[in-house]
């Protein structure tokens, strides 16, 4: 049973780089063949896809945040990772990591969610 937590701040400052961690267990981020995502819901709006790393390492990004984002892996320690650079208080959300399989419809998988807040 794959199962995922995230980690980092819960509070950073505006300008600054938000980075947080996914850690993944009961499964391989590079064995099963899913999509490892970054989801966020900014307060009261729905869930915002971020972006993306799948079992080989490629990346995809949401066109509005392209300028901005980085997911990366550490394949040693069973993560991936999020980097937000020059946040504003726009990027208050709860973060969530998940994961699909790459041949279903809908996320199997989610973190319990981190909340995120940026101060100005």
């Known amino acids: 049973q794959v199962q995922l937590q995230e980690s980092g701040p819960g509070l950073v400052k505006s300008s600054q780089t938000l980075s947080l961690t996914c850690t993944v267990s009961?499964?391989?981020?590079?064995?099963?063949?899913?999509?490892w995502s970054w989801i966020r819901q900014s307060p009261g709006k729905g869930l915002e896809w971020m972006g993306a790393?799948?079992?080989?390492?490629?990346?995809y990004y949401i066109p509005s945040l392209k300028t901005r984002i980085s997911i990366s892996r550490e394949t040693s320690k069973n993560q991936f990772t999020l980097q937000l650079n020059s946040v504003a208080p726009e990027d208050t959300a709860v973060y969530y990591c998940a994961a699909r399989d790459r041949n279903l419809y809908e996320y199997q998988y989610w973190g319990q969610g981190t909340q995120v807040i940026v101060s100005s």
């Open positions: 009961g499964g391989s981020i590079t064995t099963n063949y899913y999509y």
């Open positions: 790393i799948d079992y080989g390492g490629g990346t």
